[in-house]
């Protein structure tokens, strides 16, 4: 990845002053052995998600944990960790953008080699984006905020299909733009014999803004739609991001993977701890802070039999249950992309990776899973 403008410089404070202990897993465990392939890319078997990086209302973000969230950063590069997950709607009010323009800076401050990140950023389905250039400026709009020169996958956070079917094809042109190469004439002076000064243009094609495309929250039916309409103008579809894990698997969900794998599209998985319910840290009697209350309040008694599973695995292999959870994730061929907001939470979450779940462990978790009475609640923008 090529930075868009050279590195900035850091101010010196006392913060700053701290450097937080690289956190190396052994060479043995390093996932630079398991990169897995999307698009044309190479990336880590686990991505890191930043649907928090400023979010208050439902993660509680504040500027003050801008620190701590570049030690994360500085953390997932350093142990080979080179994919990160953001949206351009990322950022609640004022801060709208935020989780890119983080990143964006500590691309630009990190100390070591930055050309091997890849950013997948999401662009909304706002109603006012009804064309394909409206896109492609959204596109060059997330550019800046990430100081970088070319966006690794450029996705659609969501179809239209289910309440806009009209603006549908805009997003899928709007891919499709993003992607292509541009054609420009760079005029310059006529060099003939005579000496003319006459103007005279020379055609260069330059690259797309975007390395590959994907799709966020498509069903299995739009999702063949749109595979099949970029393919006819030879644009190719690399992933497709769904919410994955052992509480949404659903028919649904198996058959977005079915069609992904079918299709040689890499299945992204957002949300491979439930929003927190599979890290085994909530119980009815102790729920989380905010809305998300709510969720658990409903949800986590009817999963009882699933944690089990998960914590008695756990156990026996020495790991957590988050690292359980996410581990299952990598083993169903998908790439999770667990939110990360503390240094802890990344270090936890490196465990998943290094080892794999044994085939008569994923049949045990899965049958608690379907042995649970509760699931979590789909993305209402998911399409069929």
């Not at 760079?186 to 020379?202: A, K």
Request: glycine share 8%; hydrophobic share 40%; net charge positive.
């Amino acid at each position: 990845m090529k930075l868009k403008k050279p590195p900035m410089a850091v101010t010196t404070s006392p913060c700053a002053l701290f450097t937080p202990p690289t956190i190396k897993i052994p060479r043995l465990f390093r996932p630079s052995q398991q990169k897995v392939k999307v698009g044309p890319m190479t990336v880590s078997p686990m991505g890191f998600g930043t649907w928090a990086w400023g979010n208050q209302l439902l993660w509680g973000y504040q500027e003050s944990m801008d620190t701590e969230l570049q030690q994360v950063f500085n953390l997932a590069l350093d142990n080979d960790i080179n994919l990160f997950d953001t949206a351009d709607s990322y950022g609640t009010g004022k801060l709208n953008g935020q989780s890119e323009k983080l990143l964006g800076k500590f691309i630009t401050q990190y100390q070591g080699d930055a050309n091997d990140i890849v950013i997948a950023t999401k662009f909304a389905a706002y109603p006012w984006r009804l064309t394909p250039n409206q896109f492609v400026n959204a596109c060059k709009s997330s550019l800046d905020r990430l100081q970088i020169d070319k966006i690794g996958i450029a996705q659609l956070h969501w179809s239209t299909a289910n309440y806009a079917p009209f603006q549908e094809r805009a997003l899928w042109d709007g891919l499709v733009a993003m992607y292509d190469k541009v054609i420009v004439y760079v005029p310059h002076l006529c060099n003939c014999e005579s000496q003319c000064g006459s103007i005279t243009y020379t055609m260069c094609s330059l690259q797309g803004l975007v390395k590959a495309v994907g799709v966020s929250n498509y069903g299995p039916k739009q999702l063949l739609k749109i595979h099949d309409y970029l393919k006819e103008r030879g644009v190719p579809l690399s992933s497709a991001q769904v919410q994955f894990s052992l509480l949404s698997m659903g028919d649904d969900q198996m058959e977005i993977k079915s069609v992904c794998d079918s299709l040689g599209i890499r299945v992204i998985a957002y949300s491979p701890l439930g929003l927190g319910m599979l890290t085994g840290k909530y119980t009815p009697a102790n729920l989380p802070r905010g809305p998300r209350s709510l969720l658990f309040r409903q949800i986590i008694p009817g999963v009882e039999p699933l944690l089990i599973s998960l914590k008695e695995i756990a156990e026996k292999r020495g790991k957590s249950v988050p690292q359980v959870a996410i581990n299952w994730c990598i083993c169903k061929g998908t790439i999770p992309i667990p939110g990360v907001k503390s240094v802890k939470q990344a270090e936890e979450n490196l465990g998943a990776l290094g080892w794999k779940l044994k085939p008569n462990e994923l049949d045990q978790l899965e049958y608690a899973a379907r042995d649970s009475s509760a699931k979590m609640i789909q993305n209402v923008f998911q399409t069929r």
